[in-house]
């Protein structure tokens, strides 16, 4: 089976000269259903790999209508679903109402990141003038996959299976004016789904948690000082981790109207650790160094501790854009390029008798979207995965594997030419160890003008992929992935079992 499942005519002109718009960022236009039937396979598919590996990607559609940022295009799905050795390929464009509306018009109707004061009318996001792109993260909850923007909107639901458009989701999407910033949490022990947002208004910053079922149980105000760009939320058992942190815009050029991002190295970052369900009176918090955190690898508490495992960096703003006189593209990639920014794995722990933070550097290897295996989310792991960024660009040139129990580390490089995805953590079909499991990517090579879905064996990354399934066509590239094994596809499970040291249930 190779079906072509819809043909999207793009508008971008052939002159636009975005660097995020060509080559390895070259938005697709053709939505495929593929198996492995009709796609080339080297090596052969693991059986006991089961469930869906699915990576977001901006992907936009029409020429746009002010500077292009890599984080404005269209939400597209790419999945690759497994079951017995055999593996589906699909991809769809998240139909947002957004999305929707540019493609009646046939041209953009809302401004980028770059450039919201050009907005003509009203949308999304924090700052309430971009499309809802639902194109950076995805993760899969109560059974529906869920897309959405960094900066909050609605949450798209797709079939985790077809990718099937479902809408926004009914239940409690609707119920959020401030809509669901990405990087949701979710504990696969207990269904529950730990989210914020953080409007531009007070109290700043929200709260929520939506349970197994799919209904919004808990949702609160969370009064920070003043308007803030977090990006990520910690998770452990009882507790979530929520980021105050000293990367905001200059408060008075903001009273005028104008966003300006500005690293405030002079003030503490502050971590706010609440109970699952707590409010902001219940709200612990802690100071660190100043710094800014896109990604958490994980968090669990250790005795009296929390702890967060996440990349750390000392100066986001190594990169000033609004100072240098470099062309758009040097300026993006600059500010996107994390050895400018200096990601690395860090270690923060939070004392909860004596308020106390402890921090240390756990590598210093610039890296950057750590992950973990999802039923260890929240609770004690052993094993994280970051990856590896090329010098001066946004592609991701190898993965490394992090035994924080040993302090052996082991990385592999994709080659010449070859970059991956977030990569995901696919428990194998009774595994019975953390890294039990295998690790899975889209990669793009550009020498060769292919996409393939590689499969890693988490035990040994260095052998390369077990598996390589080649796609109909190179794909862009893109932002978050998600796995989701097949005991979630149709529901959170009803209790999981939490041993010590990481559960194993099957
Ligand atoms: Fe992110």
């Known amino acids: 089976m190779l079906e072509i499942h819809a043909v999207t005519t793009l508008t971008i002109t052939a002159d636009n000269k975005n660097a995020y718009l060509k080559g390895l960022f070259k938005p697709n236009a053709v939505e495929y259903n593929a198996n492995t039937e009709s796609l080339k396979v080297i ?58 509306a540019e493609k009646a018009a046939g041209k953009s109707l809302w401004p980028g990141l770059l450039e919201p004061g050009m907005a003509a009318r009203r949308g999304w996001g924090a700052i309430g003038a971009m499309k809802d792109n639902a194109g950076t993260d995805v993760i899969c909850h109560a059974g529906k996959l869920l897309a959405v923007m960094s900066q909050g909107s609605e949450p798209w639901r797709l079939d985790p299976i077809t990718l099937e458009n479902l809408g926004p989701d009914k239940n409690w999407a609707k119920l959020l004016k401030d809509g669901v ?37 808990h949702y609160v ?11 990520d939320i910690g998770m452990t058992e009882n507790y979530c981790i929520l980021h105050d942190l000293p990367f905001f815009n200059e408060e008075k050029l903001f009273k005028k109207g104008i966003r300006k991002l500005k690293f405030h190295d ?32 994980n968090c669990y508490e250790d005795c009296d501790e929390v702890v967060m495992d996440g990349c750390i960096s000392l100066n986001p703003l190594m990169a000033d854009i609004a100072g240098d006189t470099r062309d758009m593209n040097e300026k993006i990639s600059a500010h996107l390029d994390k050895h400018n920014t200096q990601t690395r794995l860090h270690r923060w722990r939070f004392n909860l008798i004596t308020g106390e933070t402890h921090e240390e550097f756990l590598d210093q290897e610039v890296i950057e ?6 039923d260890y989310k929240g609770y ?35 080659g010449p030419g070859r970059y991956g995805s977030e990569l995901s953590v696919a428990k194998r079909t009774n595994s019975t160890s953390e890294d039990d499991a295998y690790l899975l990517t889209f990669i793009q090579d550009i020498n060769n003008d292919t996409s393939e879905c590689a499969i890693f064996d988490a035990k040994n990354i260095l052998q390369g992929p077990i598996a390589r399934v080649m796609l109909p066509e190179r794909i862009s590239s893109g932002t978050h992935a998600c796995w989701v094994d097949e005991y979630r596809l149709y529901g959170e499970k009803q209790t999981l079992d939490v041993n010590q040291g990481g559960p194993e249930h099957d």
């Open 266 to 297: 002079d003030i503490a970052s502050r971590f706010g650790i609440i109970p699952r369900f707590g409010t902001s009176a219940d709200v612990q918090w802690f100071e660190a160094t100043p710094c800014f955190i896109l990604h958490l690898a």
């Open 369 to 374: 979207f750590p992950v973990c295996r999802g």
């Open 43 to 100: 090596g052969e598919i693991p059986v006991d790999l089961n469930g869906v590996y699915v990576r977001n990607t901006h992907n936009q559609i029409h020429e746009p209508m002010s500077q292009y940022h890599p984080f404005d295009g269209d939400g597209m799905l790419h999945s690759a679903y497994f079951k017995d050795g055999k593996m589906e390929y699909r991809n769809r464009f998240v139909e947002t109402t957004g999305l929707l």
């Open 221 to 231: 105000p969370i009064e920070l000082p003043g308007a803030r760009w977090p990006h």
């Open 181 to 217: 910033a990405g990087e949701f949490k979710v504990d696969e022990h207990t269904g529950d789904m730990m989210f914020m947002n953080y409007p531009e208004t007070p109290p700043y910053m929200n709260y929520g948690v939506v349970d197994k079922h799919n209904n919004l149980v």
């Open 380 to 414: 004690k792991y052993r094993y994280a995965y970051a990856s590896l960024f090329k010098k001066g660009e946004w592609l991701m040139e190898g993965f490394k594997k992090y035994d924080l129990e040993t302090g052996v580390h082991t990385k592999y490089m994709y």
